[in-house]
């Protein structure tokens, strides 16, 4: 894949960006010249080369960019966490030492409303989901980022998650005590507390090991997560829970943008947009696919029954509830999310 760095840079890099300072108010301008007199533009995920975020990048931002640009810009897109984890990588967006990324929701921690974008059960499908994060729910969601000195592109899809174990679940009694690693986000603890689950907080990248040891039982991300980072090797079944949709988004650093003449900034907002729309696409189209892909590798995908599910509903009402009551934007983010249904 062009451009794509070795495992070791990426390694040299991850350290360095350890040591950056986290404070965005402290930052430079990141407009930096290769040898070549070109701009260049980093773009840190941990995705996987063959997941659709990956592939959007490449074939439509970093085409369009660099094309409509006549290559003052060289995109360098640096997948699988070659420059460190999710926390570090957007991070280094924040201050200026990598110019763009595409991230998840783990800045919830530092604002909350960044975190209602994955309450539980609150998005119905893919449709409602895009719609929301397209229009109001978008906006909403890119204001609370702005803070941090980044400028959100666009929202992508990462997709609906669902549980995977090593053995069957299927009720709540099954879910009480499971191993199950999530992410250390409030959010999602929350809800492992509501599942009664036993969690087990972890970053991804240490997640196949902790599998494959027996460590934990069970794991959740989206389908396409679950097949590109090949857990599926090391579980036997996953359950459609579906009980939180993830979005990613394209984060660029609001120095670095600002610091560009204007026809380059709207060709990097106008490619973006091309970019995630085009990852919505792959991302629902690959579902069906790829849970076939997870079948046919002897995996059992469990579907909720009514009843388990409407448990499930009903477990997490407190988490809604406390939103709703005790901020000052609870009330008017529901309204959005209901809004696009």
Not at 179 to 194: E, I, S, V, W
Request: charged share 25%.
């Amino acid at each position: 894949m062009k451009k794509l760095k070795f495992a070791v840079l990426g390694t040299v890099m991850a350290s360095l960006l350890v040591g950056c300072s986290q404070n965005s108010n402290s930052s430079e301008s990141v407009a930096t010249s290769g040898e070549s007199g070109e701009l260049k533009l980093k773009v840190a995920h941990y995705y996987a080369e063959t997941h659709p975020q990956h592939i959007a990048l490449v074939e439509k931002f970093e085409k369009t960019v660099e094309e409509k640009t006549n290559g003052a810009i060289d995109v360098e897109i640096y997948p699988s966490s070659q420059l460190g984890d999710e926390e570090q990588y957007t991070n280094g967006v924040r201050n200026g030492t990598i110019e763009m990324s595409v991230s998840g929701m783990g800045m919830q921690n530092a604002e909350p409303k960044i975190g209602a974008m994955e309450l539980p059960f609150i998005f119905e499908d893919f449709d409602h989901a895009k719609a929301a994060f397209e229009g109001d729910v978008g906006t909403f969601l890119g204001d609370a980022f702005s803070q941090f000195g980044v400028e959100t592109l666009a929202v992508t899809a990462n997709g609906f998650r669902v549980i995977s174990s090593n053995r069957e679940v299927s009720s709540m009694d099954d879910l009480k005590g499971l191993r199950l690693r999530l992410p250390n986000m409030d959010t999602y603890l929350k809800f492992g507390d509501a599942m009664k689950v036993s969690i087990q907080p972890m970053g991804l990248s240490e997640v196949f090991t902790a599998l494959e040891q027996k460590v934990i039982d069970g794991q959740e991300n989206p389908y396409a997560t679950l097949k590109e980072s090949g857990f599926y090797e090391v579980q036997s079944h996953v359950l459609e829970s579906n009980h939180m949709f993830s979005p990613n988004v394209y984060l660029i650093n609001q120095k670095f943008i600002d610091s560009l003449p204007e026809d380059q900034q709207t060709i990097i907002r106008d490619a973006a947009k091309e970019a995630a729309a085009y990852e919505w696409d792959l991302l629902t189209q690959s579902v069906d696919e790829t849970k076939q892909f997870l079948a046919d590798h002897g995996i059992e995908i469990v579907v909720p029954s009514d009843s388990f599910k409407a448990e499930m509903v009903e477990a997490v009402k407190p988490i809604h509830d406390n939103v709703i009551n005790n901020t000052d934007w609870g009330k008017e983010y529901f309204e959005l999310v209901e809004k696009y249904k």
